[in-house]
């Protein structure tokens, strides 16, 4: 018999039933615990499969965190739909807000690392010390600082700005170690040292100023500053100029991150002629930044009695037009502009000199293209089809030469390497792709080098060893990230991005590290330059002088 009371009786739940049941969302369809545990557990296997199998580090590093969040939020709505572990979930959420919280009251963001990881400093901490503050030389050293020497490293990856130097440097680092001769703190920035005599040349952000300095490499004395009233900063990068200064009849060549372009007197920082990029472009700060956000980043490279920088513009004016150019030379002497080379946006790369097909001219990566100019006219010989486009993934490493007929180039984010063939046919040039392939030679902040045909580069952030005639890669071992290189004699001088100095033998058959040496605090993305025996490196926070053993 039934009841009116046997119509209106709940439904009763026993404990634990929410494992049955759980979380009904909005629309009233429930979650079974079986699909947050499914989510998880494609989260977790794409954590390690992006740690496995992606050669991408810096996408592997977005992936796993992006999974973690999604995983940790899983976890949390899954413990919230279960009536017996609502407190935990409830416990476990205020605690991640509070620990989040906390952690930025203690710690400050400072940049990202190459391979995307944050970078933290101590609020409350040290920092990095005082800065160097100006003081002349005696009088009597001061000639003699400035005086040049064989083994000046003038600019940007020496004196023909291959990276490669005949010094041969001792591998014994046990009975014969490098030594610091003086390490200090520097202001930020990625802008390596250009040697001539006792003198290096630098530039660095001090507060919203940039600098361009001067210290003595007996004792990291600053010698002298010129200050460029402008300050570049992004998120990825940091702060601070990216260009090396270039170092030429007793000047000094360099250009501010946000457009100024100075050329100094090397013995005290006099200004004697300065032009404004960002003038000469039509293209403002903020709208050429819109399209290359690093900022100019491209090294001064002197041809004859000219000196050529990359000029840039805005690529998108007025629907199609470009005013967008990719170099422009001056007269060395008194900085007015000589010509003006081709079209398209700048890079992060910078020029270089080079003879091809019998022609000695300037090679330039610009945003999608790879080309030569005249050294007089400014005069576009050849291209090729090499991407550089976009803020995400531009190209930093210039091309390498291989022989006369044939450039390597490399880059990372996916695009890998290319061997490229060029020929000069009474003035009618013509150019093809000799092997392209996306798995080698992924460099990305530093440019390869290249020793009896094979070229080695960090890949990637590994250094691997390719043969160039055919692309076959030979090894790629020992993860020294994103740091930088030069090949001395037989062997590979390398600074990783952690600052540890690496010896590495430069030969096919295999990896053979042969010595390593921690020497440096910050983040080095910095290139390196080496003055005989005398080692200069810098990071984000520190510059040092290193007496490397010889043979």
Not at 335 to 341: C, D, F, L, N
Request: with cysteine; charged share 20%; hydrophobic share 40%.
């Amino acid at each position: 018999m039934s009841t009116s009371d046997d119509q209106n009786t709940s439904e009763v739940h026993t404990p634990g039933s929410g494992l049955a049941e759980s979380y009904k969302n909005g629309a009233g369809r429930k979650i079974t615990p079986w699909i947050y545990f499914s989510i998880l557990d494609l989260c977790v296997i794409g954590i390690v499969s992006a740690q496995l199998f992606s050669n991408d580090h810096s996408l592997t590093n977005i992936l796993s965190a992006l999974f973690t969040l999604v995983g940790w939020v899983l976890l949390l709505l899954w413990l919230r739909s279960l009536q017996q572990t609502r407190g935990l979930a409830g416990i476990l959420f205020i605690s991640s807000i509070v620990g989040v919280v906390g952690f930025f009251v203690v710690f400050k963001w400072e940049r990202f690392s190459s391979e995307m990881v944050p970078q933290f400093s101590h609020r409350f901490g040290p920092g990095k010390g005082e800065l160097p503050t100006e003081s002349a030389p005696d009088v009597e050293q001061a000639d003699s600082i400035f005086t040049p020497a064989e083994t000046d490293f003038n600019q940007f990856l020496g004196p023909d700005r291959t990276g490669v130097l005949t010094t041969r440097v001792e591998s014994d680092w046990e009975s014969n170690p490098p030594k610091i001769q003086w390490k200090q703190p520097i202001g930020e920035g990625w802008s390596g040292f250009a040697v001539q005599g006792d003198a290096v040349i630098t530039m660095e952000q001090r507060d919203e100023s940039e600098w361009v300095t001067a210290y003595n490499i007996a004792d990291g004395t600053l010698l002298w500053k010129y200050v460029i009233d402008a300050k570049h900063t992004t998120v990825p990068g940091g702060a601070g100029p990216r260009s090396t200064p270039t170092i030429d009849n007793n000047r000094v060549f360099a250009c501010s991150a946000v457009g100024k372009f100075v050329c100094l007197n090397l013995t005290d920082g006099s200004e004697i002629w300065s032009q404004d990029l960002s003038e000469l472009s039509s293209a403002n700060q903020a709208s050429f930044e819109a399209e290359v956000s690093w900022g100019r980043s491209g090294s001064p490279l002197i041809v004859d009695d000219k000196v050529v920088i990359p000029l840039g513009g805005k690529e998108t004016v007025g629907g199609n037009e470009s005013t967008a150019q990719p170099l422009i030379a001056f007269s060395a002497e008194d900085g007015t502009e000589v010509w003006r080379a081709g079209k398209g946006q700048i890079t992060y790369s910078s020029p270089i000199m080079a003879t091809v097909g019998g022609v000695s001219q300037i090679l330039f990566v610009s945003w999608d293209k790879v080309a030569g100019y005249n050294l007089d006219t400014g005069e576009q010989l050849w291209e090729a089809e090499w991407q550089g486009v976009g803020n995400a993934n531009p190209a930093v490493s210039h091309p390498v030469q291989v022989s006369e007929s044939r450039l390597l180039l490399g880059k990372a984010y996916g695009q890998g390497a290319m061997l490229l063939g060029i020929s000069n046919n009474d003035g009618q040039w013509s150019t093809d792709v000799v092997w392209r392939k996306s798995s080698v030679m992924k460099t990305k902040f530093a440019t390869a080098v290249i020793r009896d045909g094979y070229a080695y580069g960090l890949s990637d952030g590994i250094l691997e060893c390719i043969d160039v005639s055919t692309s076959r890669k030979k090894w790629k071992r020992g993860r020294y990230k994103h740091g930088q290189l030069l090949l001395l004699d037989d062997k590979l001088l390398i600074l990783t991005e952690e600052g540890e100095l690496v010896l590495v033998k430069a030969e096919p058959e295999k990896h053979e590290e042969l010595a390593s040496m921690k020497v440096i605090d910050g983040i080095c993305w910095n290139t390196i330059s080496l003055s005989g025996n005398r080692l200069l490196v810098r990071s984000s926070d520190e510059a040092a002088c290193v007496i490397l053993p010889m043979e």
